[in-house]
């Protein structure tokens, strides 16, 4: 599993943003795929997870109503559409991959693969 993100980039505050998690391996429709964010100075945040085929999903208050999780897996990749941002949403944001959802799922421990990070930067 290699996961590689995109779709960053320098946005006003009430504009929008698409990220992209693009997997080059063969196995992506196995794993449960996950969005998480750090500010600087501040610990890894839980984003947003969705299942393997795309049935659950599950998102941090921060987000709830604002952002959308979801995938396609015959194109081997997760997407994070972020409406209606705020200045607080500035972030690196990393995609993230496990197997199943379990209670653990707010956990980056609980994630196995990791993409390198996109940087969001959102502008009052």
């Known amino acids: 599993v290699q996961l590689v993100e995109s779709g960053g980039g320098l946005v006003l505050a009430g504009g929008s943003l698409r990220l992209s998690c693009t997997d080059s391996?063969?196995?992506?429709?196995?794993?449960?795929m996950g969005w998480f964010r750090q500010a600087p100075g501040k610990e890894q945040e839980f984003v947003a997870v969705?299942?393997?085929?795309?049935?659950?999903?599950l998102y941090s208050n921060s987000v709830q109503g604002r952002f959308t999780i979801s995938r396609d897996n015959a194109e081997s990749t997760a997407y994070l559409q972020m409406d209606s941002l705020k200045p607080e949403d500035t972030a690196i944001y990393y995609c993230?991959?496990?197997?199943?959802?379990?209670?653990?799922?707010?956990?980056?421990?609980?994630?196995?693969?990791w993409g390198q990070g996109t940087q969001v930067t959102v502008a009052s």
């Open positions: 993230a991959g496990r197997i199943g959802v379990a209670a653990d799922y707010a956990t980056p421990a609980a994630y196995r693969y």
């Open positions: 391996g063969p196995t992506f429709r196995n794993y449960a």
């Open positions: 969705i299942n393997f085929n795309g049935e659950t999903t």
